[in-house]
């Protein structure tokens, strides 16, 4: 996917101040006093060290919203792994740089958990109608109530018209849209298109993580799914899915986690394929011991 322009190479606009909330209170009473001039909210929820990924989330919301509300917060409920949540990347200073890079008059709120969270830092519990249990929910335990916890949250708050998410996440993307419709949260959840490195790689804060070389060598995951996706026109999923499986193998860099060839709107693995379903391709892989997903559709 394009984006217009690459707004790492822009010039920042340090004369403009931008508006940068940390607390509750202050979100309160910026949407409030927007209340009755009938102006629609664009919201881009993030964990920062953004990147261009998020940057076309942002670039979308922007041109179908008049405000543009960008919240970045590592949300400690939905990590089930303490040292994962500690050596996710923060740097607040830079997100701001890039946000106002791409337009000075975009909020961004960032809170502390205690302020987001009021001192109860703790998930609800979700049915998401069995899409939870697919694939990162196996995976991941609690992982999507706190997903779902922090964003009703931040719905409650922010009041969003329209919410832009990446179908970089796609369960998740999913599972919003689910969170959406079935507690009637009145927001319209948009899904947008995985931003993409050079190599293919999917764009992920968790990138910066890997060496040099493993970033190289991430690449095998996008050209594999767009291998197994001609190879899906020629044979069941399950042999696609093991062909997959001993890609991975055949490399001692790579520790794949899970394969799975899924209907995109249950997200249940494809026992027989039909020509009236849609399906996509996930992937989760460790590389230099980092986790990175990815998917793509395949018809
Ligand atoms: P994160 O900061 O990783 O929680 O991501 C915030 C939002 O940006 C989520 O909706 C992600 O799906 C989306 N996102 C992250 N990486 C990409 C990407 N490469 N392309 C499109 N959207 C992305």
Known sequence: MQISSNVLDLPSFNFYQM?????????????????????????????GALHQGHASLVEQSIAENNITIVSVFVNPTQFDNASDLDKYPRNLDEDIN???????????????????????????KYSFDGLEHEMEGK???????????????????????NAYFGEKDFQQLQIVKKLASKYNLGVNIIGCEIFREQSGLAMSSRNERLSPEGRQEAAFINK?????????????????????????????????????????????????????????????????????IDNIALN
């Open 224 to 292: 594999t799914l767009l291998k197994a996706k001609e190879l899906f026109n020629l044979k069941s999923a399950s042999k696609v899915e093991e062909w997959v499986s001993k890609e991975f193998s055949k490399s001692k860099n790579f520790n794949l986690e899970y394969v799975s060839i899924a209907n995109t709107e249950t997200l249940k693995p494809v026992k027989r394929k039909s020509k009236k379903q849609q399906y996509r391709i996930f992937i989760a892989v460790f590389i230099d011991n980092i986790r990175l």
């Open 98 to 124: 890039l946000i106002k890079k791409i337009n000075p008059s975009i909020v961004i709120f960032a809170p502390t958990a205690k302020e987001l969270y009021q001192n109860n830092v703790a998930s609800k």
């Open 19 to 47: 508006k940068v909330f940390n607390t509750r209170k202050e979100v309160f009473t910026f949407i409030n006093a927007t209340k009755n001039s009938n102006k629609t909210i664009g919201y881009v929820p993030t964990m």
């Open 139 to 161: 995976y991941r335990a609690g992982h999507f109530d706190g997903v779902g916890t922090v964003l009703e949250l931040f719905f409650s708050l922010i009041t969003p018209t």
